[in-house]
């Protein structure tokens, strides 16, 4: 049942490219170099959790962390869409360099990713939970050459059927299950490897990939979805009246897959106290994207665009020594891994485009204001034009390929209600963000050409769905190489 044969060229590959990639890495690593423990969610939108202001959702754990954590309030998902996010987090890189701009793709194994560079400092590595980065079809087997540097791995492409949930470990294809619930299943197994490691000095980086609150909703525990009588939410202003009816009824999932999350986050942290890891590791929490839940009458179970709903994400990073605080500084998806990399001391290997925060995060304050960019380069959202945006610790700006299309004041217009395109009185505003969108655009090299160039230029031969096929008998498409 669902077996793989790992060929030994690709291993062959796998060498020829790695080794010469990581020795520009140094390669020695010191004992009290810090532990990471990073929780990433699907589909969590900023705005769904107690400390940032939601009347409805019960939260109180990562409410607790947030207290005591940096809050990145204007963190902003590069492309608010699984696969393209993914793989800007684990390379650093902008999709539109890296061709990863689709779902379903296969992440190269010629990328440089944040596995790969934390083992070659001496760290441990462990990965659990959802990866879709494998692009060989969602119930596929991925061979240890595929896990991109993660070593200990209880892992499947991609599933959201969260009751019965598969995975894969070891080198062994065959399929295995969670218990119940997974994300509970999952967090367990990392409180288990968190004990192992307490007991030693090896410094490890654990990354629990958690599938919910994605849809589907209704497969939230049954006794959390109790938590929601849907006749008492409290409904955002933007939300249009005629999508009100299907919002009320998968907010009641959505919150109580948020709130299963929330007793994950609570149960880890508690496991880091028991063991006294706490002292010595970086935690991290966030989410790939957002969800619409029908604002701006877009319908729920959307992403990708560019408004907050979609694209702007938690972020919560907890390490010791720091001064616990609120940074309207942006951080945007590919600034992630560097960051990390400078809180560790480990040196930044030169593929990397993002942005090393950590000396302004050491230096304490809000940090300064900049520009995080937001794309959607080929979109398989209906009636989505392809944009390009920013945001600023103020301001969201974005255009299509004919214009400027949006720009909201998310100080005064926290829920992006007015749109200041074109406004005579924030005409020198206009002109300065287009300004700064495209001087981030020639820093990344993107033209903003039609999307057809990109999937020409990746060789993308792209589903009936708009994105790369799910089917397992099909193909893997992985971007092709420049100049092919």
């Keep these: ?193 968190l004990r192992d490691h307490a007991k030693s000095d090896k410094p490890f980086l654990l990354f629990l990939s958690l599938g919910p609150p994605h849809f589907p909703h209704d497969t939230a525990p049954d006794e959390l979805k109790k938590l929601y009588p849907p006749e008492k939410f409290k409904l955002p202003p933007n939300i249009a009246p005629q999508k009100k009816t299907a919002v009320l009824r998968e907010l009641v999932g959505y919150y109580a897959h948020c709130t299963a999350l929330d007793q994950c986050v609570g149960d880890l942290r508690s496991t880091l106290n028991e063991t006294g890891l706490d002292k010595t590791t970086i935690f991290v929490f966030t989410s790939d994207h957002g969800e619409m839940m029908g604002a701006h009458d877009v319908e729920p179970l959307q992403k990708q665009w560019p408004f907050d709903e979609s694209a702007h994400i938690p972020f919560l990073l907890q390490y010791p020594g720091a001064t616990v605080r609120d940074v309207a500084m942006p951080i945007n998806t590919p600034d992630i891994l560097p960051t990390l990399l400078g809180l560790v001391g480990v040196p930044i290997p030169k593929t990397i485009e993002g942005e090393d925060l950590s000396p302004i995060l050491k230096a304490g304050g809000a940090g300064p204001d900049r520009a995080a960019l937001v794309m959607s380069v080929s979109p398989f959202t209906a009636n989505m034009p392809e944009y390009r945006g920013i945001r600023t610790n103020r301001y969201t700006f974005v255009r299509n390929l004919s214009e400027s299309w949006l720009m909201f004041d998310n100080q005064d217009d926290p829920y992006q209600m007015r749109n200041l395109v074109n406004d005579p009185d924030h005409a020198e505003l206009q002109r300065k963000l287009e300004s700064d969108l495209q001087a981030s655009l020639k820093k990344i090299g993107d033209e903003f050409k039609p999307r057809q160039y990109y999937l020409e230029k990746w060789g993308y031969k792209i589903a009936p769905h708009g994105s790369i096929s799910y089917n397992k008998d099909e193909p893997a498409q992985s971007p092709k190489p420049i100049g092919e």
């Design 1 to 193: 049942m669902m077996k793989h044969t790992i060929k030994s060229s690709l291993s062959l590959l796998f060498v020829a490219i790695f080794v010469p990639m990581i020795a520009n890495v140094a390669k020695a690593a010191p004992p009290d170099k810090p532990n990471v423990v990073f929780v990433l969610v699907d589909q969590w939108r900023a705005s769904a959790f107690g400390y940032t202001g939601d009347p409805n959702v019960k939260t109180p754990q990562i409410d607790k962390l947030a207290a005591q954590s940096l809050r990145f309030t204007n963190a902003t998902s590069v492309c608010p869409v699984c696969t393209p996010y993914r793989a800007a987090l684990m390379t650093g890189r902008f999709p539109t360099t890296t061709g990863m701009f689709l779902n379903d793709l296969h992440l190269p194994l010629s990328e440089l990713c944040m596995g790969d560079i934390f083992k070659s400092q001496g760290y441990d590595t462990a990965y659990i939970g959802k990866w879709h980065l494998d692009g060989h079809g969602r119930e596929s087997y991925i061979p240890p050459p595929r896990r991109q540097g993660f070593d200990y791995w209880k892992a499947a492409e991609c599933t959201h059927d969260y009751r019965t949930s598969h995975y894969y470990t070891g080198d062994s294809p065959e399929v295995k299950f969670w218990d119940g619930y997974d994300a509970y299943a999952q967090t367990k197994d990392a409180q288990s490897y």
